[in-house]
């Protein structure tokens, strides 16, 4: 899929978790120390290969030949999980997010799912109105075993 600003959306497969791994690695690594702690830095090349085994597909998003954004997504019941979508920062901005998300949307109808969820950290509000802007709508505060206080929200996108 080709969206705004040259960037277009594919696939992703074994060849690619490497650059996903960096990818991941440097987007989550820029958010700094949060408690508790993000567990997309835990993330290894093993660890992001084995989604692929699973029921996991990957999407990339490439701009002037070069990898700028992925995102996992899981089936689940009647909804499609995005997981660990990042987005490269010279390429924020570019409507990364909003391409990988139109795919995801397609992706879902293609396996028969109603909706996309995710999940976002309540100390990213810029993820959240990256989110919103892009048709999700918070459903659910939550948090992280041993915590308090609200530590992330559920979003989600019903799709029409």
Same mark, same amino acid.
């Given at each position: 899929?080709?969206?705004?600003?040259?960037?277009?959306?594919?696939?992703?497969?074994?060849?690619?978790?490497?650059?996903?791994?960096?990818?991941?690695?440097?987007?989550?690594?820029?958010?700094?120390?949060?408690?508790?702690?993000?567990?997309?830095?835990?993330?290894?090349?093993?660890?992001?290969?084995?989604?692929?085994?699973?029921?996991?597909?990957?999407?990339?998003?490439?701009?002037?030949?070069?990898?700028?954004?992925?995102?996992?997504?899981?089936?689940?019941?009647?909804?499609?999980?995005?997981?660990?979508?990042?987005?490269?920062?010279?390429?924020?901005?570019?409507? !990364?997010? %909003?391409? =990988?998300?139109?795919?995801?949307? @397609?992706? &879902? #109808?293609?396996?028969?799912?109603? *909706?996309? +969820?995710?999940?976002?950290?309540?100390?990213?509000?810029?993820?959240?109105? !990256?989110? %919103?802007? =892009?048709?999700?709508?918070?459903? @659910?505060? &939550? #948090?992280?075993?041993?915590?308090? *206080?609200? +530590?992330?929200?559920?979003?989600?996108?019903?799709?029409?």
């Amino acid at each position: 899929m080709s969206g705004a600003g040259g960037v277009s959306v594919r696939r992703g497969g074994p060849d690619d978790v490497a650059t996903v791994h960096a990818l991941v690695s440097g987007a989550f690594g820029e958010v700094g120390p949060v408690e508790p702690p993000l567990s997309a830095l835990r993330e290894t090349v093993d660890s992001l290969a084995a989604r692929l085994e699973g029921r996991e597909f990957l999407l990339i998003a490439e701009a002037d030949g070069a990898v700028v954004g992925c995102a996992f997504c899981a089936p689940q019941d009647d909804a499609v999980y995005l997981g660990r979508v990042a987005v490269h920062a010279s390429a924020r901005g570019r409507g !990364v997010c %909003r391409a =990988l998300v139109g795919e995801a949307e @397609a992706l &879902a #109808r293609e396996v028969a799912r109603a *909706r996309l +969820t995710l999940k976002v950290r309540a100390s990213m509000p810029q993820n959240i109105d !990256v989110f %919103r802007r =892009l048709g999700f709508t918070i459903t @659910a505060e &939550a #948090r992280h075993e041993g915590y308090d *206080r609200t +530590t992330y929200y559920v979003l989600e996108k019903p799709l029409g």
